[in-house]
DNA sequence: AACGCTGTGTAATAATATAACATTAATAAG
DNA sequence: CTTATTAATGTTATATTATTACACAGCGTT
């Protein structure tokens, strides 16, 4: 089923959801997902469920926790999955993924009160956005 | 009802939702909550829910938002109730709010390549703690 | 008294997410 | 090729999380 030596082979469910929202301008929501690809035969919430999670699994989208939407990641298929940061507009909603060596790198490195260091993080940055202010 | 000049007076049902909140040693989910206080009168979720917009308002508990579930602050009753952060472990689901000077600066003073600044943020790493490692 | 503001009580419903089970497709061994 | 294993799918039902809408009570201000 399309056999492109890519990253990863998405499958098809996962291919429709995937490019439902590497198209949107915008955070989608499960439910919003589900409603546009119902015309592609995807009828059930845990179709739309079980492909998100792979997606996010592997890297291809990541979800904005705090809205419990999903943005296509645009840090060239992101090789750090798991160290996430966005900057959303408390007015228009618009949610960017920053990419910062230096933030990364911070977070990556940095060490709790016990020395603990972390295989991961999210990162959420509310402000207003250029147009908003 | 209850007049002490503390920094919030805390109306019934609030009190009542912070008192299990800041006894539970977890975060605590909204219909965690409800079950535990419907002895107290209070029946239902929006009773819960206002309660806890409220609490989170004035930044008496924080939402960890990757788990829909709340926890009181401990940072001295947040100054920073817009500077979140936060370890979770992801066995044991142990949360523990990070009270890092060097961190909180960090990102308060973080601006993208917008040199955007923002006025709010959470911040929510993942690893195990020292239990489960 | 009339108003604005915050909080409360209640019922209904919306929105988000998972469990359970049966089946099929793709990969890997033997 | 055949079998085993894993990943993905389809479907129904249900669980979990959160909000809308409406009525009313308490309190301080004008
Ligand atoms: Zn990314
Ligand atoms: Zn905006
Ligand atoms: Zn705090
Ligand atoms: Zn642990």
Redesign the interface.
């Known amino acids: 089923m399309n056999k492109m030596h890519k990253e990863h082979n998405l499958s098809k469910n996962q291919q429709i959801i995937f490019d439902i929202i590497n198209k949107s301008p915008e955070p989608l929501k499960a439910y919003t997902i589900l409603f546009n690809v119902q015309k592609k035969g995807i009828k059930a919430p845990l179709q739309v469920y079980r492909a998100l999670d792979k997606l996010v699994e592997i890297g291809k989208i990541h979800k904005i926790?705090?809205r419990n939407a999903f943005i296509a990641c645009h840090n060239s298929s992101c090789q750090v999955a798991?160290a996430t940061a966005f900057?959303i507009c408390?007015i228009c909603e618009k949610v960017?993924e920053?990419s910062?060596a230096g933030?990364s790198k911070?977070?990556a490195n940095?060490k709790?009160?016990?020395g603990?260091?972390?295989?991961?993080?999210?990162?959420?940055?509310?402000?207003?956005?250029?147009k908003c202010r």
Chains 1, 2 share one sequence.
């Open positions: 926790e705090s798991k900057s408390e960017t920053i910062s933030l911070y977070l940095f709790d009160k016990d603990m260091k972390y295989s991961k993080y999210n990162l959420e940055f509310f402000g207003l956005c250029k």
